[in-house]
C-alpha cells in the first residue's frame, strides 16, 4: 500500500496536534495513508516557527502547573497550621480545666491524681507534637524532628595541652 503525499488539509490537522503535545511518533500512526515522517514533520513545523511557539506553550503549561501545586501547597500548609492551632486552643483549655480542679481540691485521693497527671502528660505530649506540626509547616524543620543545636567538640587523641 502506497502513502499519498501530505495535502495542506492534513497539515492542518498536524499544525494543532504538534502545538498541544503530541509526540511526532502518535502524530505518523495518525495517518497512515499519508507519507508523513518524524523529520517531515519536524521540518514543516520549524519552517512555521512552531517549534518555538510549542516551546512558549509548554513553557506557559509549565509555569501554570506549578503555580497550580504551589497554590495547593499554601492552602493545605494553612489548613494544618490552623488544625494545629485548635489542637493548641483544645490542649490550653483542658489544661487549665485541670488546673482548676487540682486547685479548688475536687481530686481528694491518689488514683484521682494519678489519672490527672497521666492526662496532663498526655496533653502535654499533645503540646509537643503541636509544636513539632507546626515547626514543619514554617519550614523550620523538614522532617518533623526538632534539633537542637550543640557545640561541636574535637578531641584529638594523644594531644598534649601543656605543649600548645
Do not use: H
Not at 520549524?46 to 497550580?68: F, M, N, P, Q, Y
Not at 499554601?74 to 486547685?103: H, M, P, W
Not at 479548688?104 to 513539632?132: C, I, P, W
Amino acid at each position: 500500500m502506497s502513502k499519498r503525499p501530505p495535502k495542506a488539509l492534513d497539515w492542518d490537522k498536524v499544525r494543532p496536534l504538534y502545538l498541544r503535545g503530541e509526540t511526532l511518533d502518535s502524530i505518523v500512526k495518525m495517518f497512515p495513508d499519508v507519507a508523513f515522517t518524524k523529520d517531515k514533520i519536524l521540518k514543516k513545523m520549524r519552517s512555521e516557527g512552531l517549534v518555538e511557539r510549542k516551546r512558549e506553550i509548554d513553557a506557559k503549561v509549565t509555569e501554570d502547573i506549578c503555580d497550580s501545586v504551589e497554590r495547593a501547597k499554601i492552602a493545605t500548609n494553612q489548613l494544618c497550621v490552623g488544625l494545629f492551632n485548635t489542637g493548641a486552643d483544645v490542649i490550653r483549655s483542658l489544661l487549665q480545666q485541670y488546673q482548676k480542679e487540682i486547685r479548688e481540691g475536687e481530686m481528694n485521693n491518689n488514683t484521682k491524681r494519678k489519672a490527672t497527671a497521666y492526662n496532663v502528660d498526655l496533653l502535654m505530649s499533645g503540646s509537643r507534637k503541636v509544636q513539632e506540626g507546626l515547626r514543619v509547616a514554617y519550614g523550620m524543620d523538614k522532617d518533623g524532628k526538632l534539633y537542637e543545636k550543640e557545640p561541636e567538640v574535637l578531641v584529638i587523641q594523644g594531644l598534649n595541652t601543656d605543649e600548645i
